[in-house]
């Protein structure tokens, strides 16, 4: 069975941030690797790149690279792959790593950029995108048969973010990934339209991914990206651009029923009518605006439900191969919306995963196809293999 893997990773190195792709005017203030006793970490501007929003302490390590100055240091986590697959420092040893792995295609995002921000001057953070895409396009055009890659934007300047997202639909990505909070604002809020205009305007698919971004604590890695969904129908962003794809991803599946099932209340459902007459007016009321911060004052009503987005293709979500609740999810939102992700490299994978999905017995193996590899071409938009 074909395995199109819409969510596998790298881990940027000292390249990725190299005289050759990265801003000359800022040279001198780009990431870079440093050595503590404990563990290698990064550095940008002169400030150790941690996950801020949490305290920023030294113990809270996160997007740790494995070398300096070229040469492997395992410290904290001794993965079994090599510097060259972790890296992506060519092609072929990921290649190797993906064969072994079953897997015919991968997508890549970021290790490092699950963290924001990784500069707290906007210019700067927008250079470290932008220096991350340019290294990673030309490493994936070894490859371009297997290797595909989502560009990443810092949020912090809507404009220059927007600005992003054009020049690397232009360069081939295939996507832009965002993560669900942006200090205490979703990503979706209206204060980001610029974002997502630019993405609706090119057909760019969105992918939301967990991350480190927020000062809500660490159980917000995962958080962040519901809260970003809790928000997604009521900005009129699917609205305005009836073909925008939005992702939601490696926050597994159990999320999704318990947060439809109370935006269903909150907007449509039986517990509604105590809040809203029968002739609905043009704008949200208050009272719904008030609840979770859903939409803006001059918020309009959606035209659909968040279930309908769904079912109109606009909407996906990430799974674990494992997870028990997946037919489920499967019988009751339709088998289209669901897209498999490796996670290669990280510590934490589940190794040969589609491997392990693929020997279920309670997915049917029409469906299997489309969580494996169908529901990738159909997120990114690509021909439906053969």
């Not at 400030?47 to 113990?59: A, I, N, W």
């Not at 890695?221 to 928000?231: G, K």
């Not at 517990?271 to 949200?284: D, M, Q, V, W, Y």
């Not at 289209?336 to 992700?341: I, N, S």
Request: hydrophobic fraction near 40%; glycine fraction near 8%; proline fraction near 6%.
């Amino acid at each position: 069975m074909r395995v199109w893997d819409a969510d596998a990773h790298v881990e940027e190195w000292d390249a990725t941030f190299s005289e050759r792709f990265f801003d000359p005017a800022l040279f001198d203030r780009r990431p870079i690797v440093i050595q503590s006793q404990r563990a290698l970490h990064w550095m940008c501007d002169g400030e150790v790149v941690m996950p801020k929003f949490v305290g920023g302490e030294m113990d809270r390590f996160f997007g740790t690279p494995h070398s300096i100055n070229g040469k492997r240091v395992d410290t904290l986590t001794k993965k079994s792959e090599t510097l060259e697959a972790l890296e992506l420092r060519g092609a072929r040893d990921r290649l190797k790593l993906m064969d072994e792995e079953g897997i015919e295609l991968s997508v890549l995002y970021p290790t490092l950029f699950l963290i924001w921000p990784i500069a707290r001057d906007p210019i700067l953070g927008d250079a470290c995108a932008r220096s991350y895409n340019n290294w990673l396009c030309e490493v994936c055009s070894e490859a371009p048969g297997r290797l595909k890659w989502v560009s990443i934007i810092d949020p912090a300047d809507p404009r220059l973010a927007a600005r992003e997202i054009e020049r690397t639909k232009k360069m081939g990505a295939t996507g832009t990934m965002v993560l669900g909070m942006v200090g205490t604002r979703a990503i979706t809020d209206p204060h980001f339209s610029a974002i997502w205009d630019a993405a609706g305007q090119v057909d760019m698919p969105i992918s939301v991914h967990v991350g480190e971004c927020t000062p809500l604590g660490y159980l917000a890695f995962h958080q962040s990206l519901l809260m970003a969904f809790w928000r997604l129908a009521f900005t009129g962003i699917l609205d305005k651009y009836p073909k925008l794809h939005v992702s939601f991803l490696e926050a597994g599946c159990a999320w999704v029923p318990y947060v439809l099932g109370r935006l269903e209340d909150l907007t449509h459902g039986q517990r509604f009518s105590t809040i809203k007459n029968p002739g609905r007016s043009e704008k949200l009321p208050s009272r719904l605006i008030g609840v979770g911060g859903l939409a803006a004052v001059d918020a309009p009503w959606p035209e659909l439900t968040p279930e309908e987005y769904i079912k109109r293709g606009n909407i996906f979500f990430g799974f674990e191969v494992e997870e028990k609740l997946l037919p489920w999810c499967i019988e009751e939102y339709g088998a289209d919306c669901w897209l498999f992700g490796s996670d290669i490299p990280h510590y934490d994978r589940l190794k040969h995963a589609a491997r392990v999905f693929q020997e279920r017995t309670d997915i049917s193996e029409e469906n299997k196809r489309k969580l494996l590899c169908e529901n990738t071409a159909r997120f990114y938009k690509w021909p439906m293999p053969s």
